[in-house]
């Protein structure tokens, strides 16, 4: 069936680093666009960053997350992988991986509502 399964997340400290991973299966992966969104206790998910179908030229990355960062795929393994730097208290949440909605032309890439897969995510918490 259709699914994407996260791991790699952990405990790691402040300035540290992770790469959280996405499995996808039961789909044409690489047709598909994807995006990464994290969810704190008592807040709303928000989109962490987003990567275009194919060979992944096209990227974007909240503000909060840019320059620490970076979205990638491996359609040869139906993966994909966001590298995490420099973490802070503030990153600390629940990472999901998301399939983007083809029916849904031209919807932002940030906003839950634009994706129809989701993984159960992978809880990532940065503490010293």
């Known amino acids: 069936q259709v699914q994407l399964v996260e791991s790699g997340g952990g405990l790691v400290q402040p300035g540290g680093s992770l790469r959280v991973s996405c499995a996808a299966s039961?789909?044409?992966?690489?047709?598909?666009?994807i995006g990464w969104f994290r969810q704190a206790p008592g807040k709303e998910r928000e989109g962490v960053s987003y990567?275009?179908?194919?060979?992944?030229?096209?990227?974007y990355y909240a503000d909060s997350v840019k320059g620490r960062f970076t979205i990638s795929r491996d359609i040869a393994k139906n993966w994909a992988y966001l590298q995490m730097n420099n973490l802070k208290s503030g990153d600390t949440g629940i990472y999901y991986c998301?399939?983007?909605?083809?029916?849904?032309?031209?919807?932002?890439?940030?906003?839950?509502?634009?994706?129809?897969?989701w993984g159960r995510g992978t809880q990532v918490t940065v503490s010293s």
């Open positions: 998301a399939r983007k909605n083809k029916s849904l032309l031209g919807a932002s890439w940030d906003r839950p509502s634009s994706y129809d897969v």
């Open positions: 039961g789909f044409v992966f690489d047709v598909y666009e």
């Open positions: 990567i275009s179908s194919r060979g992944g030229e096209t990227t």
